[in-house]
């Protein structure tokens, strides 16, 4: 099927689906995950032939861990779309009511935007999420995963497809892209897809935003930092610091830049890089950094603007909180930061003036994250400031319309004074 043809596919599925009852939508997604779990020995199979294949062609470290797919992985899966199930639906939902005279009501509602186009990385769990999110807000889908994940992707997919059909709901509101070729033909698809989301690098976002007429909503790298400030606790420092870094390197919302207050530098930086080395990490640091930890590389302008997703952790000694806010502002990516004080004060200066989606006070950068957040899952996190921004749950995937209803009314009478509008706010 070409990519025009799926894209018309797509936006008539998206009518059926957008139409769906949330009982029906819930039913879907329940089999969804029996069919994950009836399945998961050949999904665990197809993805051996992904993870031979990547370790073939070299693929790095981080990337190769989000591959994997196995029973843990699976199970994870399998919670996360049950935990789809729960959530409300977000279509339909009346925002604002007015009154704009006696029998003359405006409401605006929630409604799907139709045809999401997700482009992301390799990771087969990403697949379910975004699909089972896109089809509980009423939307079609057409997914473009990693090539490294295409086995398992295309097992996936088939998995959602005959779990729609067995509900009665269009098996074309998921469809599966398998090639660099039919990306470049979906960008051209502004009269079908609604909306586009790439996950990727800072350069692939930038490419898909420069060539393509459809909205695009998403992040580029996730250049997250953790400041430790003078009056921070030290063993709470500790602990966070280490999260944010080892807990999974390979994330977006890992820590990639510690920050220091030059007032506790030299108690907490032994005790933080003892925990690190120990970790395997590689630290890289400034000039005021080194002369407190020995034997680390030199952290250059490039560490402060590098997302790694792996282990390695740039650090940089600061006087003070504005010079640590100036920092994140400059170099940072508008993702996720947090600050690690006792002070209020401070904090809330900090969780003011820091222009990221997530800012965080006393506890891990990992925290920013959509299943974390009690959406259920994330189609992504944006860091642009239209329509959605931040981990990306259901509400990014529906917009609004207005609903007025009357009894007769006419604008003539309004402009010529015989009638006057009341603007009554019910809701």
């Keep these: 099927m070409n990519i025009e043809s799926m ?17 029906s939508k819930n039913k879907a997604l329940e089999e969804i995950a ?20 990547a370790k073939k062609s070299n693929l790095n470290s981080a990337l190769l861990k989000r591959l994997v797919l196995d029973n843990g992985k699976i199970k994870e899966i399998i ?48 697949v379910v999420q975004i699909a089972c999110l896109c089809i509980k807000s009423g939307n079609a889908v057409i997914l473009k995963p990693g090539s490294e994940a ?17 509900e009665k709901l269009p098996a074309d ?18 009269d079908h897809i609604g909306l586009l989301i790439p996950r990727g690098s800072g350069s692939f976002v930038k490419y898909i935003q420069e060539n393509t007429k459809i909205p695009v909503l998403g992040h580029a790298e996730g250049i997250c930092h953790v400041y430790v400030d003078k009056d921070a606790d030290m063993k709470k420092a500790v602990e966070i610091c280490y999260d944010a870094k080892c807990q999974y390197p390979a994330v ?21 890089a003892r925990k690190f080395k120990e970790a395997s990490v590689e630290l890289r640091g400034d000039r005021e950094t080194k002369k407190i930890v020995k034997n680390i590389n030199d952290a250059s302008e490039k560490d402060w603007k590098t997302e790694y997703n792996d ?15 100036g920092h994140i502002n400059e170099y940072g990516s508008k993702h996720t930061d947090a600050i690690i004080t006792e002070n209020t004060e401070t904090a809330n200066i900090f969780m003011a003036s820091v222009d990221s989606s997530s800012v965080l006070h006393n506890c891990s950068t990992r925290f920013a994250d959509g299943f974390r957040y009690g959406k259920g899952a994330e189609v992504g996190i944006s860091t642009s400031k239209i329509h959605g921004r931040g981990p990306l749950g259901m509400e990014g995937l529906v917009i609004y319309k207005y609903l ?5 009314q006419i604008v003539r009478d309004y402009a010529e004074g015989k009638k006057h509008f009341t603007h009554r706010r019910i809701k």
């Design 173 to 190: 509101a998921v469809q599966l892209i398998e090639t660099r070729e039919g990306v470049k033909e979906m960008l051209k698809m502004h």
């Design 404 to 408: 007025l209803k009357g009894s007769g």
């Design 252 to 272: 977006c919302n890992a820590m990639e830049t510690l920050l220091v207050h030059k007032d506790i530098a030299k108690k907490f930086l032994p005790l933080i």
């Design 79 to 126: 919670s996360m779309v049950r935990g789809i199930i729960e959530l409300e639906d977000p279509v339909g939902k009346t925002t604002e009511e007015m009154e704009l005279d006696k029998g003359l009501n405006l409401r605006k509602i929630t409604v799907p935007i139709g045809v999401i186009g997700a482009i992301f990385e390799s990771r087969p769990d990403a």
């Design 150 to 166: 295409m086995n398992t992707s295309r097992e996936l997919v088939e998995i959602i497809k005959k779990s729609l059909e067995k």
């Design 7 to 23: 894209a018309r596919k797509a936006k008539e599925a998206a009518l059926a689906i957008g139409m769906a009852k949330t009982a």
């Design 311 to 325: 282990l390695i952790l740039s650090i940089k000694i600061v006087n003070d909180l504005d010079e640590a806010i």
């Design 34 to 53: 029996i069919s994950i779990q009836k399945n998961s020995n050949k999904l665990i199979n197809e993805n051996r032939k992904d993870v031979t294949e």
